[in-house]
Each structure stands twice: as C-alpha cells, then as structure tokens.
C-alpha cells in the first residue's frame, strides 16, 4: 500500500529515535542491521540489554542475557503497517513489554526474548524472501494483509494446530473474517483476524462550509441535498456533480463555470488516497481480475466503469489531480487529503496515521469528518476493506512460541490504534473514543469525528477483496499497476483499447509458469 513508504531502519532500539517525516514520506537513512545473517551471540556472562542482543540472535536461539537463558522469537515487520517513526517507538515498547513480562513468567517455561526487525515496505518482499531462501526466516511476521501474504504462497504456517493446543477461542471472530485469514487453495488458516480497516469518504468541512455545500451523508440510503434544495441519491454521480463545484482555480472559478481554468487550479473537489488499480475499482463494485474458474482473466465492468469515472475525472472533469498535480507543494506531494486542499476523498481507516493538520503550510485543514460510500449505478453500496494479521513461518523452529508472542500483540489496543486499525472484536465504537479520539483532540482541537460511519462501512465489505489472489500474482500485480498507472499521466487514452490489452496481458501472465 502507497501509505509505507519509508527506509529501512536498523533493528536496534536506537532506530526508533529517528526524526522522520510525516506517513508517506521518507525517514533518513540509517546503517540497517544484517538482514537474515544474524551474527553470534554474545558469551553467557555478558551483560546486555535484552533488545540489543536479541538483534544479533538466530530465530529459536537459546541465549543468555543477565544470567537467565531465553528463547528468541524474531518478528519481521514491513510487509504492512509499523515502518513510520512513530510506529517504531511504539513497537520496541511492546517488546520491551513482553520480555519483561516473559522474565517475571513463573510457569517454568523458558522466557521468550522478542527481537524486531523493521524493513521498509518497498523491499519488505525481497528481503523476507532472501531470508527465507537462506534458511534464517523470521519466525513471527506482521501485521500483514491480504496483498502482503500473496508472494509467499506455502511459506506461512496452518495455525489450526496451535489454536488447538493454545485452547485460543477463535469462536469471538466474525466467520468472514476469519475466512480472509484462510489460504485460498489449501485452505490452511495463516492468521486471526486483528487490525481492520475499513474504508469510507473523508471530507474537508472546512471546504464544504466555504462553498455553501451541505455535508455528504452519514447513513447508508440517506439523500445528498443539492444547492437547488433537490435531493439526489448519494452515488458516483453525485460525488462527480459536487466534486466539481469544490474543484477551484486561483480566480476563484469552480469547474462547472465558463472560464475555469485546470491549468491554475488551487483545489481539487475529490483523491482516491494512495490508491491503487483494484482498490479504487473496488468502490463501484466487487470483482476480480481473474474468472470464477481460476484462470481466466477478466476486467468486470463495475471496474471499468470506475476507471473510467476516475479518468474522466483527472481529464475531462478536472476534479481529479492528476499525477503531476497530486505530487506538487500544494498537495503535500502526494498527502493530498491532508494538504488543505481536497475537498473529499476516498480513505481507508489506516490513513488517520498519516493526516496532520500541516501537512503543507499553504493548507488550512482544520475540520472534517467522514460520509459513507456512495452508490454504483445498480444503488449498490461497496466499501472495499483491508485486514491484517500476523503470521509464522512455516521453518520456524519454536512456532509455539511466536504464538505466544502474537497473542500478547493483538491485545496491545495502543498499538492497533496507531497501525490505523480497529480491533476485529468488542466495542468498536468505545475503541475509538478511548483510544483514537485521544490522538485527534491534539491534532485538531475541536473536531469529531463520527466513527460509527467506518464501522457501518465493514458491514458493506466487497467480496471478493481487492485483494484476492490471483495466478501468478506477482507478476500480474506489476502487469496491472503499470496499466493503472497511466491513468493519471496520460491524457487521451482510449480506454477500451485499454481495458482490452490489459486482459491480454493478464491471461499471458496467468498462462505463464509464476516466478520463483
């Protein structure tokens, strides 16, 4: 996901006091720690911090630190969330956390010693897969999704057996849920569901007050009120209608007046944030680029309807920025929804890690709040979601013990809250106002937020999700992404030479042997 994109960080404490720029942007660069070549560890009478020697230990490795032997359990994070400066400081708190509880464990088990490996998300991929070529994996992996499980089909362990002799109740997690955990071929269960995202229509108030415009709707079925006093339902159109009223050039003058110029434009009526091809083709539909039968490739035309929306938008409509435009000073270099100068935008609920009230100085970005997805033609509400997990290698040789690891993780609401997500069970709502609403109070003085909108929107969840496997899913992920990325760059497409190449390529790509 576009959200991660940092450098890597040494898997040392002292990472974690690194100045970094806001989500979306990139951390200096560090002397990463070895990645998979852990060097030896020290002699048994040596006094160290347990995190310092915990980085330099092979998974499953007895060492001694302090004169008490323990057992290391690596975690590898990068695949999804936790590469943000903020995210790091958090996370070495919870290891620093867990192995102190683990030395104060009266059981007589072997105390766990929890090493973090922090990898950047744009090579998260590589480096797991060179770790776990040269037989040094780590054992604990995550929070991963969906898309970041994808590359390593048969790699990740079937934890049905240790839920089983963990006697760890699975019965409190929604069925669906639990079945995005499940590999789509074998049907082996690679995680618990823990950090959802949903996602929903962030809008600027701050925009909308400015222009007169009444707020987007907070209820699924609930009408949009135009400026006329006439009510229209809330659907892919109506974003457009108002999207372009909210879309202002540095005359003053919207994109549906005579004279409104693209080429000076101040303000953008509507940003898919970070979003990718699949993702935003998602919110006008369910679908799949690949057939029912596994092996035909497909372009639905929910989804061409969407990326057809969505281009028009950037080059017809003009409320859409394009690619040049999205990476400017004036939004933020790609933060667009928190440059001050987006009116709405498509988000997922991992975004609210990344807003800042001065993402760019030139903004003025003070209240929002967020409105349910709008319809597709059919009346149709889809919100696409994503959902982490953790996961454990199948090579890891003390798999009980990072699971062990891992069911202390998911109860650290702190953590999840600062990942972006809400916790897969309990009071949803009672999460956000003790945990997240904390972290805004500080941000934006004044605002609320109605989250009962994110929570409504997991009811509407696409399936399949967007993120589902496909055959040789690397590759036609790539295949895919270069398609969608001309979107924003090029203007005059045809765009059904477009959608009808692209299968192609994709059928060639399913055909084709998957890369190792």
């Known amino acids: 996901m576009g959200r991660r994109r940092f450098t890597r960080f040494a898997t040392l404490a002292s990472a974690v006091a690194l100045a970094a720029s806001a989500c979306g942007g990139s951390a200096p660069s560090v002397a990463p720690a070895s990645a998979g070549a852990a060097s030896v560890a020290p002699p048994a009478s040596q006094s160290a911090a347990p995190s310092a020697v915990a980085s330099t230990a092979k998974p499953g490795q007895i060492i001694n630190v302090n004169g008490k032997d323990h057992q290391v359990v690596r975690w590898f994070v990068g695949l999804g969330s936790g590469t943000n ?7 070495q708190t919870v290891v620093n956390d867990f192995n102190a509880e683990q030395d ?11 090493s973090l ?3 950047q998300n744009a090579t998260a991929t590589t480096i797991l897969k060179t770790e776990m070529a040269s037989g040094s994996a780590p054992d604990l992996i995550g929070p991963v999704g969906i898309k970041g499980r994808a590359g390593f089909a048969g790699q990740f362990l079937d934890m049905t057996p240790l839920i089983a002799n963990a006697g760890f109740d699975m019965t409190k997690y929604p069925s669906k849920l639990v079945d995005t955990m499940k590999d789509g071929q074998t049907g082996a269960l690679l995680g618990i569901p823990y950090a959802v995202y949903p996602s929903y229509i962030f809008f600027n108030k701050d925009l909308f007050d400015e222009a007169g415009l009444k707020y987007p709707p907070q209820k699924v079925g609930d009408k949009y009120e135009m400026p006329d006093g006439s009510k229209v339902d809330w659907n892919w159109d109506t974003v457009r209608n108002i999207g372009m009223l909210l879309s202002v050039d540095k005359n003053g003058k919207d994109a549906t007046q005579a004279g409104f110029d693209p080429a000076s434009q101040t303000q953008f009526g509507f940003e898919f944030q970070w979003t990718e091809g699949r993702r935003l083709a998602s919110a006008f539909g369910a679908g799949s680029l690949v057939a029912a039968d596994g092996k035909t490739a497909q372009f639905p035309d929910d989804w061409k309807t969407a990326w057809t929306w969505y281009y028009n938008g950037i080059w017809k409509d003009h409320f859409i920025a394009n690619d040049t435009e999205r990476n400017s000073d004036l939004l933020a270099k790609g933060n667009v929804l928190s440059s001050g100068h987006a009116a709405m935008g ?7 890690c990344c807003m800042s009230p001065d993402a760019t100085k030139a903004g003025n970005f003070k209240k929002w709040d967020i409105a349910v997805m709008p319809m597709n033609a059919a009346g149709a509400t889809t919100a696409p979601i994503n959902i982490d997990t953790f996961t454990i290698s199948k090579d ?17 609401l702190d953590l999840m809250a600062l990942y972006g997500g809400t916790p897969a069970v309990g009071d949803q709502l009672k999460f956000f ?3 997240v609403d904390p972290t805004f109070t500080k941000q934006f003085p004044g605002n609320k937020v109605n989250w009962q909108v994110a929570l409504d929107m997991e009811s509407y969840a696409e399936s399949p999700n967007h993120e589902a496997e496909m055959p040789n899913y690397i590759k036609a992920q790539n295949d895919y992404t270069t398609v969608f990325s001309t979107l924003p760059t090029k203007e005059g497409l045809d765009l059904n030479k477009t959608f009808t190449d692209l299968v ?13």
Not at 104 to 114: A, N, Q, S, V, Y
Not at 397 to 412: G, H, I, N, Q, S
């Open 85 to 91: 400066p903020a995210q790091i400081a958090l996370q």
């Open 104 to 114: 104060k464990r009266t059981d007589g088990k072997m105390p766990i010693l929890l």
């Open 117 to 119: 490996e922090i990898v």
């Open 346 to 352: 498509h988000m997922f609920q991992w975004y609210i």
């Open 396 to 412: 890891s040789p003390v798999a009980d013990r990072a699971f062990e690891a891992m069911t202390y993780l998911v109860t650290r």
């Open 433 to 435: 106002h003790d945990v």
């Open 504 to 516: 192609a390529t994709l059928q060639a790509d399913f055909d084709a042997t998957p890369a190792p």
